[in-house]
């Protein structure tokens, strides 16, 4: 047992995404981890699908010797392999989030020998959970900085509380990781976004979606908003569903995003003036990274070869705890420099420098 990292998972936020984190760095270093406390911040503790499923997959990925893994279980302990690239599916036949499933097993899988074709099945646009169109137009361009990249093709959503989305996401492997310097704002080179409605709800809520957010970021941009409203077709959506993903592209190269998610009674202005408030405010103060990405990329910076940097907001709970992952698996240290009096700061960390030992 001495041999074994254990890993408090009650710790800061005290949810899933340190056994998400914890899962990843694992399988990455080849080194075994028991997890304790799974989610005790949460109101139902223990694994819930998204978790099991996500950990069910690593485990397949690295042929891993698992304990623990079944529902509500409050402890694991997980011994992994090598990563095998090659094709897998993961079917949560519910709506558990595949973007939390696919936020664990892209770090990893960028690490194998070739390219991996997930088929992932279950939620895309789910509360408590990035939608899987920020992963796309907001996660991945940030993380094409730093060398890392995948192809997404949405085949059907899934909404709560039925799930049933479908996608399949292409992940080519990396030699290593690049370092990444984003502390440069520049001008806002372009604003777009898709506000949409499916099932029975009507086309008005995306209009509604749409008018709102226009109103809101004309306030701070010098270029028109270039929003789409639509309905989905029968095809890519059966469910009753809505939402609005928001994206802003400044000419150094910042990718931000906000978004909103509808629930059973839809105010389309009120979501579309959520997710445009909160981009404005990205764009106000001239930060190049969100508050939902910033967590994301500390993996990928504690892995990198050479100094990563990025300005962005006040650390989230969900930053903190990924960077005391990422320093108690890794040995990188995270440093942070507030630059104004709002609590927006630079976030640097010297990556390990971590070299694919299969290419």
């Known amino acids: 047992m001495a041999d074994i990292l254990q890993i408090d998972g009650s710790y800061l ?213 270039q929003f789409d409203a639509y309905k989905e077709s029968l095809e890519i959506a059966r469910d009753n569903g809505s939402g609005v993903i928001l994206k802003a592209v400044t000419t150094e190269g910042c990718t931000l995003g906000s978004s909103a998610l509808g629930e059973r009674q839809v105010d389309g202005y009120a979501l579309g003036k959520t997710a445009s408030k909160e981009l404005a405010s990205y764009l106000k103060d001239s930060v190049c990274v969100d508050s939902h990405v910033q967590d994301q990329l500390v993996i990928f910076m504690a892995l990198a070869h050479g100094t990563s940097k990025i300005l962005t907001t006040a650390l989230t709970q969900h930053t903190r705890t990924a960077i005391h992952v990422a320093e108690l698996m890794t040995g990188a240290k995270f440093n942070t420099e507030e630059v104004d009096k709002i609590g927006n700061v630079i976030l640097s960390c010297e990556g390990i420098g971590y070299q694919n030992k299969q290419i």
């Open 13 to 225: 936020e005290g949810g899933g995404q340190i056994l998400r984190n914890a899962l990843s760095l694992s399988c990455i270093l080849c080194r075994p981890i028991r997890v304790f406390n799974i989610r005790a911040n949460r109101p139902n503790p223990g694994l819930s699908n998204q978790h099991l499923f996500g950990l069910n997959l690593l485990q397949n990925i690295t042929g891993a010797r698992v304990h623990g893994n079944h529902m509500k279980s409050t402890e694991v302990e997980f011994h992994p392999g090598d990563i095998k690239s090659g094709r897998y599916t993961v079917d949560t036949r519910t709506a558990a989030s595949v973007a939390l499933v696919l936020q664990a097993a892209l770090p990893v899988l960028i690490f194998g020998r070739n390219t991996t074709e997930l088929e992932l099945i279950g939620g895309t646009n789910v509360g408590m959970a990035p939608q899987v169109d920020t992963m796309t137009e907001v996660l991945r361009p940030n993380l094409e900085l730093f060398g890392v990249s995948f192809d997404f093709d949405l085949i059907q959503r899934g909404y709560y509380p039925r799930g049933g989305g479908r996608c399949k996401v292409i992940v080519p492997c990396v030699r290593n990781i690049k370092a990444v310097t984003l502390t440069q704002f520049g001008t806002i080179s372009e604003v777009c976004g898709w506000c949409f409605v499916a099932g029975k709800l009507p086309m008005r809520i995306a209009e509604d979606m749409k008018n709102a957010a226009e109103k809101e970021l004309k306030t701070v941009c010098h270029i028109q908003p």
